[in-house]
Nanobody
Framework: QVQLVESGGGLVQAGGSLRLSCAISRRPAPSMSAAWFRQVPGKEREFVSAINWGTPSTDYSDFVKGRFTMSRDSAQSTVYLQMNGLKSEDTAIYYC????????????????WGQGTQVTVSS
């Protein structure tokens, strides 16, 4: 069983920055991918970004492209999400996830999930 633990969420003013971290209990294989999703109560979980552990190519949703950057530290088995230019609509619980295959935006493809970290952006 793989465990993921997110940290770094909090309250920030619009235009500010936060960096989320996700510690993974076992080093992912090069073929695996990690992702960030977010969810607002009453809405479906939505894809934010993903990274292939081996390459490490990335994919971003249109609403964060140019503002958020996802990276990974292979030695620490940790993924990060640097969030700049935060907007009130970025307010959500952010989840880290891991899947056995390549990058995908489909949440059901991810077998392992963290507990989430709250990000609140005040306008």
């Amino acid at each position: 069983q793989v465990q993921l633990v997110e940290s770094g969420g909090g309250l920030v003013q619009a235009g500010g920055s936060l960096r989320l971290s996700c510690a993974i209990s076992r080093r992912p294989a090069p073929s695996m991918s990690a992702a960030w999703f977010r969810q607002v109560p009453g809405k479906e979980r939505e894809f934010v970004s993903a990274i292939n552990w081996g390459t490490p190519s990335t994919d971003y949703s249109d609403f964060v492209k140019g503002r958020f950057t996802m990276s990974r530290d292979s030695a620490q088995s940790t993924v990060y999400l640097q969030m700049n230019g935060l907007k009130s609509e970025d307010t959500a619980i952010y989840y880290c996830a891991l899947n056995m295959l390549g990058i995908t935006r489909t949440s059901s493809a991810y077998a392992f999930w963290g507990q989430g970290t709250q990000v609140t952006v005040s306008s």
